[in-house]
């Protein structure tokens, strides 16, 4: 099976230390950083999480992806993130899907964050002509979506949404519910009880793993189940993890 993921990148960047007091001129804590993780992000966790799995997958993302940062400042002992800092957010560009062969590609994964990386016709584009698509989307959905084989959104990404969803993209929805699980037509997926240490990329995980799952086998139960338990290994890791 060949995947294409198509969508922004940025590097996550997590920066782990101890406080264990407050600045004298501010009632804010004093870092004392330890160390830095560093991992690729956004649609190039999706690419790197498809990877992991043993995928053949291509991504098409922006350029200098790396330059674009979300640096995550984190308590060591808690895990409890003190401060996000955004680098370059505003970076992105364009993507060009014009000249793109879908039909080479079992299935086109869209991790779209909004970023003006991936327009609403060129998802609606991607939709007319790839075997499966499979969109994960910041965006209000509009009529431009129902091209897509499914598209995954969280339940706050929901709650933004339903006011104008129409019955044809309602029956292509998958709502993950965190540690709930998921939703898909009325009926709801749970997911393995687990002690959840860090949900950062655990939606990138979760339509990789669905991806992966429905382009084998044909059968969306067994790709939502599949997707909860792959979430669920990923959320127990600290930072942004593959399987």
Partial sequence: MKFLVIGESCLDVFVYGQVERLAPEAP????????????????????????SMGCDAELYTNEAWHVIKKMRYVETKSNHMLLRVDEADDTYGNCDVKNIDFLAYDCVVISDYNKGFVTPEQIRYIGDRARVSILDTKKILGPWAASMTFIKINESEYERTKSVLSEKIIKKLI????????????????????????????????VAAFANAYTQHSDVHHAIDTGNRVASDVVQKRGVSTP
């Fill in 28 to 51: 804010v804590p004093v870092f004392n950083k330890e160390r830095i993780t560093t991992n690729p992000g956004m649609a190039s966790n999706v690419f790197e999480n498809l990877k």
């Fill in 175 to 206: 709502v993950t519910l965190g540690p709930d699980g998921a939703m898909f037509q009325g009926r709801e997926y749970p997911c393995p009880k687990v002690d959840r240490v860090d949900s950062c990329g655990a939606g990138d995980t979760f």
